[in-house]
């Protein structure tokens, strides 16, 4: 990951036009590079994952799915899967 990857954008729909109002300002810090790269490497490795995404083939010259490995931890943080990881955990 670069410093730089990420960014906001805020979209407001109103039904009278104006000038836009300005956004708070957000407290940014830096991440340690080598937290990143620590933390990204644990991402599509099937040595520390506990989650297989297995993706079907679009395309019918190579009909071998594609796997991506995901940690339970790092999807948690993410709403859809901890809801999804919580309502398979009491089934």
Do not use: H, Q, W
């Not at 940014?28 to 490497?41: A, I, R």
């Amino acid at each position: 990951m670069k410093a730089n990857d990420a960014f906001v954008i805020t979209c407001t729909i109103s039904s009278t036009p104006g000038a836009p109002t300005p956004s708070p300002l957000i407290y940014k810090s830096l991440v340690p590079k080598d937290l990143l790269e620590s933390v990204g490497g644990l991402l599509d490795d099937p040595l520390y994952s506990d989650i297989e995404f297995v993706l079907p083939s679009r395309n019918p010259r190579v009909p071998t799915p594609r796997r991506i490995y995901a940690s339970k931890r790092l999807l948690s943080r993410a709403d859809y899967f901890d809801s999804s990881m919580s309502l398979s955990s009491t089934l």
